[in-house]
């Protein structure tokens, strides 16, 4: 089984899958002691956007989102909550070559025409990282 395992989870559900059953996954594939990072990555809001937003909707908004994350780990045994800004494929990546991930469990929607033009973060994540991910649907 796993020893640190990254759970990226999005607070939309739209996609059918919720954050507890990705991260019920997780705790199943988990040895005992294991970590279990949480990460949601805050994408950038572009400059012509935010000049329109209160200038402490970013900050609030951020503040929410790390104690939304933080709630979620607690309720994970070896939960460890990580907020980072930045593309979310990307920041997946990045995570996982930087501190030895050795399972990502993550969400996916069924991909439809859109994700032929653009991809999926799950997608992504899939062709790029080197250790074995775990897609939820």
Same mark, same amino acid.
């Given at each position: 089984?796993?020893r640190?395992?990254?759970?990226?989870v999005?607070?939309?559900?739209?996609? *059918?899958?919720?954050?507890?059953k990705v991260l019920?996954?997780?705790?199943?594939?988990?040895?005992?002691?294991?970590t279990?990072?949480?990460?949601?990555?805050?994408?950038?809001?572009?400059?012509?956007?935010a000049?329109?937003l209160?200038?402490e909707?970013?900050?609030?908004?951020?503040?929410?989102?790390?104690?939304?994350?933080a709630?979620?780990?607690e309720?994970?045994?070896?939960?460890?909550?990580?907020v980072?800004?930045?593309?979310a494929?990307?920041?997946?990546v990045?995570?996982?070559?930087?501190? *030895?991930v050795d399972?990502v469990?993550?969400?996916?929607?069924?991909?439809?025409?859109?994700?032929?033009?653009?991809?999926?973060?799950?997608?992504?994540v899939?062709?790029?990282?080197?250790?074995?991910?775990h897609?939820?649907?």
């Amino acid at each position: 089984m796993y020893r640190n395992i990254l759970v990226p989870v999005v607070f939309d559900e739209a996609g *059918g899958v919720s954050v507890a059953k990705v991260l019920e996954v997780a705790q199943r594939l988990a040895v005992e002691g294991a970590t279990i990072t949480v990460l949601h990555v805050v994408e950038e809001v572009p400059g012509y956007i935010a000049s329109y937003l209160p200038t402490e909707y970013i900050a609030e908004t951020r503040k929410h989102l790390e104690k939304r994350v933080a709630q979620l780990a607690e309720g994970v045994p070896g939960g460890v909550p990580v907020v980072v800004s930045g593309h979310a494929a990307r920041s997946i990546v990045e995570r996982v070559e930087r501190h *030895g991930v050795d399972l990502v469990v993550m969400a996916s929607h069924r991909p439809g025409m859109q994700d032929l033009l653009i991809g999926s973060v799950a997608a992504h994540v899939v062709r790029h990282v080197t250790c074995a991910v775990h897609v939820v649907r």
